[in-house]
């Protein structure tokens, strides 16, 4: 009598239809057995079937056994190049030109292999002079296009059947949603549609600019009009949600967009973010898309840059990044880690903005986190700076460190000065000594003719960076911007908080202006400066147009459905100590001669100074008594500035 099991889980009954799910549940396995399989046939038929084409149907005697013997070797040959050109792990879902390259190419080396075996050089084993005839060199051609052809059918027609048939049983299971830009980045939008079923967004049709394109289909959704026609499209489309594909459109035309949807009643607008970075196989991802946010319709640019150029300069370098958790630090770090460095050093004073930092990127660059690391530290301490460049030895700095607020920097004028000015030496000499390839320092529209401290220590800083360049080895650049809307202690952050509250918005004068950029498209340029940038050079962005802050807080006010003065008030409540109603960046007091990027400058600096005489100017500065707030010496600290910067001058 066999022994009773006492565990009921040993014979287990599966039921049919779970036998049959399991069969045919798609797994790698059974995808590389269907199209071995099915190649293996193919190279079979095309063989007989070239043939039958080169003799027009009449074959005469001795060929058929010929064929017949050598069949083994072309499939061999076939299926085994198809196996070296990775066609059997390609994921023919999403089959495009660069698998039919592949393929193509397998068959043609496969061909021209079979013809030497079989023609030029014949194995003697084969005996095929026995059979009375030669094979004919035409039917490798043949055979080579029939074999390309059949191939290629059998993965377009999985793929036909994956996004045409099936998905047309489920194309009403996302959102209707219209796609504004009917370009290359809507297409590959509506692309990863198709490849999520339509789940979550269904697409009803694409609006564009270009009235060329209107009536067109891409891959079965129509161009319906152009992007004027928004209200129109949405009402007849029963449209639930707009994407907004144009990832480089300027902000009063995301403006206009963006009310006009508003108007027709969307609530869900979702916008494909600026790109930075190039691959050869670029591509959308639903999950990047991103909201509209206030500084994208207040500031944001059309901003062009060489992506092959900052690629070469960037991918698989050692980048160290100062500042690494600031508005402008961060967003380099973003940057350059779609990039692909080597390595990528994060240097920063906040420890707890270095942790969350931390956090963000390995969930947005998981590939990237061996390659990062994170440093605790200040430009002030010249030991840290050298012990970590040294360590580390990155070949790009990006020295992003420095205290920016103006009127904060007016009631610490000695703490502006140790960060700006001597943390800047301390990383520009550190450079030098372990032979950092290239410094790029972030400077401000404020060190052109200066008003503040702040604008002043960055201008020494800027003398930093030409005084180092002179000493051959490492190459400095400094890259002065304008506002960058959203930065901390910005005013857009600002107004948005008073916002909150229920007003008032609080603006220095009516006539205030300033030039205002987005962080991204600002770091964009400073990426693109790199590149252009030579030895001992000085460059400026071009920002833009300058705006009158009173123009930004009403136009603020009214994306919020409000009404400037009635709704919210506005106050002007006067310069503030170290700000002057305009700033300059394209100024008299230099000039600039253009480079080849129509927004990089580069300015005509008259100021030269050597090591030797840096050394002797932050002697001085060294000499100051350090005391507190409240206590201190401000107006000593004034003074070294106005004698070392030609056009500083007090408000």
Same mark, same amino acid.
């Given at each position: 009598?066999?022994?009773?099991?006492?565990?009921?889980?040993?014979y287990?009954?599966?039921?049919?239809e779970?036998?049959i799910d399991?069969?045919?549940?798609?797994?790698a396995?059974?995808?590389?057995?269907?199209?071995f399989?099915?190649?293996?046939?193919i190279?079979?038929l095309?063989?007989?079937?070239a043939l039958?084409?080169?003799f027009?149907?009449?074959?005469?005697?001795?060929y058929?056994?010929?064929?017949?013997?050598?069949l083994p070797?072309f499939?061999?040959?076939?299926?085994?190049?198809?196996?070296v050109?990775k066609?059997?792990?390609?994921?023919?879902?999403?089959?495009?030109l660069?698998?039919?390259?592949?393929?193509?190419?397998?068959?043609l080396?496969?061909?021209?292999?079979?013809?030497v075996?079989?023609?030029i050089?014949?194995?003697?084993?084969?005996h095929?002079?026995?059979?009375?005839?030669?094979?004919?060199?035409?039917l490798f051609i043949?055979?080579?296009?029939?074999?390309?052809?059949?191939?290629?059918?059998?993965?377009?027609s999985?793929?036909?059947?994956?996004e045409?048939?099936?998905?047309?049983?489920?194309?009403?299971?996302?959102?209707r949603t219209l796609i504004?830009?009917a370009?290359?980045?809507?297409?590959?939008v509506?692309r990863?549609?198709?490849?999520?079923?339509?789940?979550e967004?269904?697409?009803?049709g694409f609006?564009?600019?270009n009235?060329?394109?209107?009536g067109?289909?891409i891959?079965?959704?129509?161009v319906?009009?152009?992007? #004027? +026609? &928004?209200?129109?499209? %949405?009402?007849?489309?029963d449209?639930? *949600?707009?994407?907004i594909?144009?990832?480089? /459109? =300027?902000f009063?035309?995301?403006?206009?967009?963006?009310?006009?949807a508003?108007?027709?009643?969307?609530?869900?607008?979702?916008?494909?973010?600026?790109?930075?970075?190039h691959?050869?196989?670029?591509?959308?991802?639903l999950?990047e898309?991103s909201?509209?946010?206030?500084?994208?319709?207040?500031?944001?640019q059309?901003v062009e840059?060489?992506?092959?150029?900052?690629?070469?300069?960037?991918?698989?370098?050692?980048?160290?990044v100062?500042?690494?958790c600031?508005?402008?630090?961060?967003?380099?770090v973003?940057?350059?880690?779609?990039?692909?460095?080597a390595s990528?050093?994060l240097?920063?004073i906040?420890?707890t903005?270095?942790?969350?930092?931390?956090?963000?990127?390995?969930r947005?660059?998981?590939?990237?986190a #061996? +390659? &990062?690391h994170?440093? %605790?530290?200040?430009?002030?301490?010249? *030991?840290?700076?050298?012990?970590?460049?040294? /360590? =580390?030895?990155?070949?790009l700095?990006?020295?992003?460190?420095?205290?920016?607020?103006v009127?904060?920097?007016?009631?610490n004028s000695?703490?502006?000065?140790?960060?700006?000015?001597?943390?800047?030496?301390?990383?520009?000499?550190?450079c030098?000594?372990?032979?950092v390839e290239r410094?790029?320092?972030?400077?401000t529209d404020k060190?052109v003719?200066?008003?503040?401290i702040m604008?002043?220590t960055?201008r020494?800083?800027?003398?930093?960076?030409?005084a180092?360049?002179r000493?051959?080895g490492?190459?400095?650049t400094?890259?002065r911007?304008g506002?960058v809307?959203?930065s901390?202690?910005?005013?857009l952050?600002?107004?948005?908080?008073?916002?909150?509250?229920?007003?008032?918005?609080?603006?220095?004068?009516?006539e205030?202006?300033?030039?205002?950029?987005?962080?991204p498209?600002?770091?964009?340029l400073?990426?693109?400066?790199?590149?252009?940038g030579?030895?001992?050079e000085?460059?400026?962005?071009?920002?833009?147009?300058?705006?009158k802050?009173?123009?930004?807080?009403?136009?603020?006010?009214?994306?919020?459905g409000l009404?400037?003065?009635?709704?919210?008030?506005?106050?002007?409540?006067?310069l503030r100590?170290?700000?002057?109603?305009?700033?300059e960046?394209?100024?008299?007091?230099?000039g600039?001669?253009?480079?080849?990027?129509q927004k990089?400058?580069?300015?005509?600096n008259?100021?030269a100074?050597?090591?030797e005489?840096?050394?002797?100017m932050?002697?001085e500065?060294?000499?100051?008594?350090?005391?507190a707030?409240g206590?201190?010496n401000?107006?000593?600290?004034k003074e070294?500035l106005?004698?070392?910067?030609?056009?500083?001058?007090?408000?």
């Open positions: 009598m066999p022994p009773i099991s006492h565990n009921p889980d040993k287990t009954f599966i039921a049919p779970q036998l399991k069969l045919i549940r798609p797994s396995l059974k995808r590389f057995i269907f199209f399989l099915g190649d293996a046939l190279v079979t095309s063989l007989y079937l039958y084409l080169r027009d149907l009449r074959i005469k005697p001795g058929i056994p010929l064929i017949t013997e050598a070797f499939l061999v040959v076939k299926l085994a190049l198809f196996a050109f066609v059997y792990k390609m994921t023919w879902r999403f089959v495009g660069i698998e039919l390259y592949n393929i193509g190419l397998a068959t080396v496969a061909e021209a292999f079979l013809m075996l079989l023609v050089t014949p194995l003697p084993y084969l095929l002079d026995h059979y009375g005839v030669h094979f004919p060199r035409s043949l055979d080579g296009l029939i074999s390309f052809l059949f191939v290629c059918a059998l993965r377009i999985r793929r036909g059947y994956l045409v048939i099936r998905n047309k049983r489920s194309f009403a299971q996302g959102k504004v830009g370009g290359i980045t809507g297409e590959l509506l990863d549609m198709a490849r999520r079923d339509f789940a967004y269904y697409p009803v609006l564009d600019d009235p060329m394109k209107v067109s289909f891959h079965g959704v129509r319906l009009g152009v992007t #004027d +026609r &928004l209200a129109e499209a %949405v009402r007849k489309r449209v639930e *949600v707009v994407i594909a144009i990832p480089s /459109t =300027h009063k035309s995301l403006r206009k967009i963006h009310h006009a508003r108007e027709a009643g969307i609530t869900r607008i979702k916008m494909v973010p600026q790109m930075y970075k691959h050869a196989r670029f591509e959308v991802s999950k898309l909201e509209i946010s206030i500084e994208d319709l207040i500031g944001r059309a840059v060489e992506y092959d150029r900052i690629e070469e300069l960037l991918t698989d370098k050692a980048i160290m100062t500042g690494a600031g508005s402008i630090g961060s967003e380099i973003r940057q350059v880690c779609g990039f692909k460095p990528l050093i240097f920063e906040d420890e903005e270095l942790h969350n930092m931390r956090l963000q990127l390995n947005a660059f998981p590939e990237m #061996d +390659r &990062l994170y440093v %605790v530290g200040d430009v002030r301490d010249a *030991v840290r700076v050298g012990g970590v460049i040294g /360590t =580390h030895r990155p070949q700095v990006f020295h992003a460190a420095a205290y920016k607020h009127p904060m920097m007016e009631d000695s703490e502006a000065v140790k960060v700006n000015i001597f943390g800047t030496r301390n990383l520009a000499r550190a030098q000594l372990h032979g410094f790029v320092m972030i400077s060190a003719m200066p008003t503040s604008g002043a960055k020494v800083a800027e003398y930093v960076c030409t180092y360049s000493e051959g490492t190459e400095y400094s890259v911007f506002n809307l959203g901390r202690g910005s005013v952050p600002l107004f948005m908080e008073q916002l909150k509250r229920g007003g008032p918005l609080t603006v220095t004068d009516r205030m202006k300033r030039y205002f950029m987005t962080i498209e600002a770091v964009s400073v990426l693109q400066a790199a590149v252009l030579n030895n001992g000085v460059l400026v962005l071009d920002m833009g147009e300058p705006v802050v009173v123009e930004l807080a009403e136009e603020l006010i009214r994306l919020h009404k400037p003065y009635e709704d919210i008030p506005i106050e002007f409540v006067g100590p170290g700000e002057k109603l305009f700033e960046i394209l100024t008299a007091e230099e600039t001669e253009a480079t080849r990027h990089v400058f580069v300015a005509r008259s100021a100074h050597t090591t005489e840096i050394d002797r932050l002697a500065f060294a000499a100051l008594p350090d005391v707030p206590l201190d401000r107006q000593v600290v070294l106005m004698r070392h910067v030609q056009h500083y001058k007090q408000d």
